[in-house]
């Protein structure tokens, strides 16, 4: 097994944008109550006193829009100079970051992935269901002139809406030092959209961008599964995170928190899950809390998309916005 070093925490369910390969278009979302999502003490416990003192060191909040959250600047604050935290980061829209991207480094962020799935602001408002390209781009920036890094763009390539794109979008890396990830479309949030159109596997792209620039290997700081390549000569570089195609379950060494608190071991698994909000307010000690990851852990499996059947008993229940991806 995989060591397990690395939590990625939904600190809300809400999200701002309606992107197509998250969220049904015809999805009437019911958000959590207040009450029931876990509190900035809570989430802080739970970082210092049970996954910390287990080896996981590597945190990335998420949401929905992890920059919906009320004292988002005061939570990131505080994981950050919990000892033992090594990194933290963070996954946004980006709509929000003109104005936070400098609070958020002086609360000790240092690393942004931001989802920037076309150049065209009308393609941008196809796939997001909102025209809010100019704000995304001004937060990008904002986010470059504070001085994150690595900066890393992610784009979910939808078949036929912005694959055309691709090799605009690896153009930034050249000139910039950004990190662009092209993800595969996954059937979690729209699968509907998935099983009519399917997905675009990384492998067309790699050979594409190869033509047209040539790859050679790259590194990029992070926790993540992409294959990272660069450029000749560019400043970033660009990945591929092919869930689909590639299987990388092999190389899992992650854990998934929901805002409310239950604690899943894999995107894929909906039914091998563990609720710490409940076990902390019913009472439980740290101690008794790191038994029921332990236990956990112990039983996560490696289940491919192709396989998800075995980790699932019904149908999911959650879009991939209020799994925090």
């Not at 390969?21 to 015809?26: F, G, K, L, V």
């Not at 590597?58 to 033992?84: C, K, N």
């Not at 002139?145 to 055309?164: A, I, R």
């Amino acid at each position: 097994m995989n060591t397990i070093d690395y939590l990625r925490i939904s600190v809300i369910d809400r999200c701002n944008f309606r992107c197509s390969y998250c969220i049904p278009e015809d999805a009437s979302l019911s958000y959590l109550p207040p009450q029931s999502v876990l509190s900035d003490d809570e989430l802080i416990f739970l970082v210092r006193e049970v996954f910390v003192p287990m080896g996981i060191h590597r945190f990335r909040l998420t949401g929905g829009e992890p920059l919906l959250r009320q004292g988002i600047v005061d939570l990131t604050r505080a994981i950050a100079q919990v000892p033992g935290v090594s990194d933290l980061s963070l996954t946004t829209n980006g709509y929000f970051l003109a104005e936070l991207a400098e609070p958020l480094y002086q609360a000790g962020l240092r690393r942004l992935n931001i989802s920037l799935d076309s150049l065209d602001p009308q393609i941008f408002a196809q796939i997001t269901g909102r025209d809010r390209w100019l704000q995304v781009w001004q937060g990008i920036l904002a986010a470059h002139g504070v001085g994150f890094s690595p900066l890393k763009l992610n784009v979910v390539v939808v078949p036929q809406v912005n694959e055309h794109e691709v090799l605009d979008l690896a153009r930034l890396t050249i000139e910039r030092p950004w990190h662009v990830r092209f993800i595969e479309f996954m059937p979690i949030g729209n699968t509907a959209r998935f099983e009519s159109e399917g997905w675009v596997p990384s492998a067309g792209l790699r050979a594409q961008l190869g033509d047209r620039f040539g790859l050679g290997p790259g590194f990029c700081q992070g926790n993540g599964p992409a294959d990272v390549f660069q450029i000749p000569g560019a400043m970033g570089t660009v990945g591929f995170i092919s869930q689909m195609s590639e299987c990388f379950c092999d190389r899992c060494n992650r854990l998934r928190l929901s805002a409310d608190g239950w604690l899943r071991p894999c995107l894929l698994n909906e039914s091998g899950q563990v609720h710490l909000r409940d076990a902390l307010r019913q009472g439980s000690d740290a101690g008794a809390l790191q038994g029921m990851v332990r236990d956990l852990i112990a039983a996560k499996a490696a289940i491919n998309f192709q396989e998800r059947d075995r980790g699932t008993t019904s149908s999911y229940s959650r879009t991939m916005s209020q799994i925090g991806g």
